[in-house]
């Protein structure tokens, strides 16, 4: 080989990153050549002077790039009461009630995505868009982070959005929205682990077979955002007592799940109360068009 040559691939030889054959024809070229064999003795010693400069960063130099590139949490006091905020670089990433420590907050976080958080303020973004959701008004545009969620986990959850203010679904309904349809338990277990409840709106699922059904912190929290939501809460346990899934219209021939603005506008006299599809379909009526009740029919 030509010096040039040999010179050009000199730390790569030295690193071990050539081929066999390039590493024999070098070899082989530095036991002749005196000139590149220095080289190569000057690019270890510099090498070795490197590797002897390497010193740890301070902490605060640490913590400051934690600080803008890591997690972090903050404090948020809203009309639900006091919330645990965690967010990334990518949007919120947890919600919690402030019901344990800071450091309990920490150690379930750290569980749940995988990164130990740090105390940091909140931006003014995430703020009013938790003390919006808190009131009942779900904000748009609030970046969430569900990276670490399966993509069928993201997609449930990123539906929630869709189902309307005031009105809820089944799970079973969001299972066949998020193509799953016989995944309706996987889409409760879903709900029940919701990082994000109050963006995410979960309490606005319900089961099948009627009520308001479990939440994340209590039943009750869960009521008490629905009616701030202006959501009929009496009527839905009402309904779900007697076994009522869908009110049908007399004057359109649509029939609609209970809370859908659609069916609250029914005149009383038109309304029909329908146990299933079966039964819909065999009064002649139509599937509302707006919020899909068709979608649990299997």
């Not at 709900?191 to 209590?218: D, E, K, Q, S, T």
Request: proline fraction near 7%.
């Amino acid at each position: 080989m030509r010096c040039d040559a040999v010179l050009e691939k000199l730390d790569a030889f030295r690193t071990g990153e050539l081929g066999r054959r390039e590493i024999e024809e070098i070899t082989a070229h530095l036991t002749a050549c005196g000139n590149c064999s220095q080289e190569l003795a000057e690019i270890q010693r510099i090498a070795a002077r490197t590797r002897g400069m390497h010193t740890p960063a301070p902490e605060v130099i640490f913590k400051r790039i934690l600080l803008s590139t890591g997690d972090r949490y903050a404090e948020v006091e809203t009309d639900l009461g006091r919330m645990w905020v965690g967010f990334s670089g990518r949007g919120i990433t947890m919600v919690r009630p402030v019901a344990q420590e800071a450091e309990a907050f920490e150690d379930s976080y750290e569980k749940q995505i995988g990164r130990r958080p740090l105390r940091a303020a909140l931006p003014k973004l995430y703020e009013r868009s938790l003390q919006k959701a808190a009131t009942g008004t779900l904000p748009t545009g609030t970046p969430v982070d569900l990276s670490r969620l399966s993509p069928f986990e993201r997609k449930v959850l990123l539906l929630l959005r869709q189902i309307p203010r005031g009105e809820v679904r089944p799970y079973a309904w969001l299972a066949r929205e998020a193509g799953r349809p016989q995944a309706a338990r996987a889409v409760g277990n879903t709900m029940a682990r919701n990082p994000i409840p109050l963006l995410l709106p979960c309490h606005r699922v319900v089961p099948a077979a009627g009520g308001i059904g479990n939440y994340a912190f209590g039943s009750a929290l869960k009521r008490e955002l629905l009616r701030r939501e202006e959501a009929p809460v009496d009527e839905i346990e009402q309904l779900g007592r007697a076994g009522v899934r869908y009110i049908g219209c007399r004057s359109t021939n649509i029939y609609c799940f209970p809370t859908c603005h659609d069916a609250r506008r029914m005149r009383p006299e038109n309304r029909v109360p329908l146990r299933s599809v079966e039964e819909a379909d065999a009064a002649g009526f139509r599937p509302c068009r707006r919020c899909k009740p068709l979608a649990l029919a299997s």
